[in-house]
């Protein structure tokens, strides 16, 4: 069984920095396509940004050039860094990720293919 668990929500004020962690297994990390999705209340969840088996990465235009994801596969872990927080990034955060495989992955940030997904980690900025 797939196990994804995020770690590092918390409240900031605007402007602040957080960092999210998603552990997982070594196979996934490595194999599958994985991205951060958040939702708040009262509103579609949305693709912040995803990465690759290749390597590759995606953001949404939102969070371009404040957001960061990336990867250690030595400690089995997905990051989000997140720069320069509003108000409107307050949500539930999720790690996702596809089924693993041997062909290649590129990021993507839409939600179809993303069959494993964390509980989720509370993200909250205030002004």
């Known amino acids: 069984q797939v196990q994804l668990v995020e770690s590092g929500g918390g409240s900031v004020q605007t402007g602040g920095s957080l960092g999210l962690s998603c552990r997982t297994s070594?196979?996934?990390?490595?194999?599958?396509?994985m991205g951060w999705f958040r939702q708040a209340p009262g509103k579609e969840r949305e693709g912040v940004a995803g990465i690759g088996n290749d390597g590759t990465t995606a953001y949404s235009d939102s969070n371009e050039g404040r957001f960061t994801i990336s990867r250690d596969n030595a400690k089995n872990t997905l990051y989000l860094q997140m720069n320069s927080l509003k108000p409107e990034d307050t949500a539930m955060y999720y790690c996702?990720?596809?089924?693993?495989?041997?062909?290649?992955?590129?990021?993507?940030?839409?939600?179809?293919?993303?069959?494993?997904w964390g509980q989720g980690t509370q993200v909250t900025v205030s002004s």
């Open positions: 070594a196979y996934i990390l490595s194999s599958a396509c």
């Open positions: 996702a990720a596809h089924r693993p495989s041997f062909s290649r992955c590129s990021a993507t940030l839409y939600m179809e293919g993303y069959n494993y």
